[in-house]
């Protein structure tokens, strides 16, 4: 119960029911959960170049040469990676930065990959990055915060277009808002 806990949105009360689930379980099922978490931890790590989880470092994206590398789509979360593939409309590489600016959640910029970003950029082969974090207000400081990190550099920052309602999310946008959201994507304001 404690350790389910610590899962995010489980309160108190979950833990409880979720920690009742497993002992109903049969012992078949319980180990092939088990065995599932240790499997994810052994074989997923993270790409070293783009932070997003895969079996292989580099991953999959980072590997593939038929991707464009001049431009970088940088997510939030590694699930937004997911997301944004699903549209089919991106040809580019991705960044993960681990998370979003929230001071309040105690998560501070240094928290997160924003240095690595600005790095790869200044190698000076990246002619745009485009900034897909949340259209909420944290997803939108995150933002402000990468592109003031990358003042100076030669490349164009956007922003994705209005398409996803403000305040939600991009994992619970459909494929064809994100794809028109990418589509409309804009230069952001210095
Ligand atoms: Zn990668």
């Not at 991707?67 to 040809?91: F, H, K, M």
């Not at 990959?113 to 400081?141: R, S």
Request: negative net charge; proline residues 5%.
């Amino acid at each position: 119960m404690e350790l389910l806990g610590h899962m995010p949105g489980v309160g108190e009360k979950t833990a409880e029911r979720l920690a009742y689930h497993i002992l109903r379980l049969s012992r078949d099922e319980a180990l092939a959960l088990a065995d599932a978490i240790r499997e994810v931890k052994e074989k997923v790590q993270q790409c070293s170049s783009c932070f997003q989880f895969a079996e292989s470092d580099p991953c999959p994206i980072c590997a593939d040469p038929s991707r464009d590398t001049s431009t970088i789509c940088v997510v939030e979360q590694a699930r937004d990676v997911v997301t944004i593939e699903q549209s089919g409309g991106y040809r580019g590489l991705y960044h993960v930065l681990g998370g979003r600016v929230a001071p309040l959640d105690g998560v501070e910029p240094e928290d997160l990959t924003v240095d690595k970003l600005v790095e790869k950029v200044a190698k000076g082969t990246v002619k745009e990055v485009i900034l897909a974090t949340n259209p909420d207000m944290e997803g939108e400081a995150t933002a402000i915060y990468v592109r003031q990190a990358l003042e100076g550099l030669p490349v164009r920052v956007t922003r994705l277009a209005r398409g996803i309602p403000s305040g939600s999310h991009l994992e619970y946008a459909s494929a064809s808002i994100v794809a028109d959201a990418l589509e409309g994507r804009r230069d952001m304001k210095r």
